[in-house]
């Protein structure tokens, strides 16, 4: 078993996996993040089932990741004063327990719109905590030398569950019912809790203690923020890209029945596509990241998902959605991924907790806007209307941010 895996990690694209703790970690996460993709699948199709409406796919996309914004600066400041791993498992029990009611609520056939949207709010909470420490957890089981390699195969792990999730959710729903899609999901938790549980950390002694005051380490945060510009510009971007751009997958459902009339199993091929795009952007960011520079990936990554869901959001037929979706995929990755391990590069280790909560704030808290904007516009334009109207947002933003910053290095260099 050692030699596998020695030859594993010897190829560039997996060298992460050298590091044992990371290891467990990507093994866990795989099961995990498989019952996780189930459990969104199901959770769309239960809405549009329950109420036929985009705007209320929208508003549960809302509910679901404003939490965030209250939540994830306090988190970050949590994640730089305390044991990651602990509060990391804390998090992966109590999402255990929400998909366990979910399953018992559809078992006894009570489940409503309204209380979806109460329990949507409730796993908001855990995952607005959840996000930020594990994001910030990456780097103290690879090291920084690592860390953009181990983000971009957490990133192909978690869209190997994308393409394997939504792919399994479908059949699940078609063959035994949709409370089992919620179940699945709970027992895949208990991967991820054990592998925890095997890992061995040695714990870094936080400088800070006392009672967490979330505005001082906002400020702290900020004031490094604001010295960097390349980070003020990369956070910009990922605002954009998630409030006009990422949005775009609440109105699946909508495309799935209305649109292509592919049903259940066709909604688990549009998000299985996606996923397959995003597992090939992400493996190659983690083969070539360090021969091809951070920025061509950003910007790359912009522009194939501009042209791809404006491809989708114009197609009536069935096999060229599912392919524009992959290009999907592809640029979502390739950005995110990327802007993800640029700005854990940039900061300081005793700020990585703090920024990476900020971060989690605005690619977070800026998706429920972005899907509540997107249910509204969808209502009055049409979905093709709003998801090309998002990509277009994307595209000048793009453009901007680019052109901005081909003007900052200039200034650098003649300086």
Known sequence: ??????????????????????????????????????????????????????????????????????????????ADRMSKRNLVIITQILSLGQAVLIAGLLYLNVITVEVLAVLAVLLGIINAFDIPIRQSFIVELVGKENLTNAIALNSATFNMARIIGPAIGGIVISAFGLEWCFIFNAISFLAVIVSLYQMKIVEVKKEQTGKINVLASLKESMRYIRSETVLVALLTLVAIMTLFGWSYSVLLPVFAEEVLKIGAVGLGNLLTAVGIGAFISAVAVATFEGRIQARTFIYTGVIVFVISVSIFALSYNVSLSVM??????????????TANASIQKRVPDHLRGRVMGLYSLIFQGSFPFGSLLIGVIAEGLGVRGAILIGAIFCGISGIVVYSFMENVRKKSRKM
Request: aromatic share 18%; proline share 2%.
């Open 1 to 78: 078993m050692g030699t596998v895996v020695d030859r594993i990690s010897s190829i560039p694209t997996f060298r992460s996996l050298r590091h044992r703790n990371y290891r467990l970690f990507f093994t866990g996460q795989l099961f995990s993040l498989i019952g996780s993709w189930m459990q969104i699948m199901g959770q769309q199709w239960l809405v549009y089932q329950l109420t036929r409406s985009s705007a209320w796919l929208g508003a549960i996309g809302f509910f679901q990741n404003i939490p965030v914004v209250f939540f994830s600066l306090y988190a970050g400041s949590l």
């Open 324 to 337: 524009s979706l992959v290009g999907v995929g592809m640029g979502l990755v390739a950005f995110f991924a």
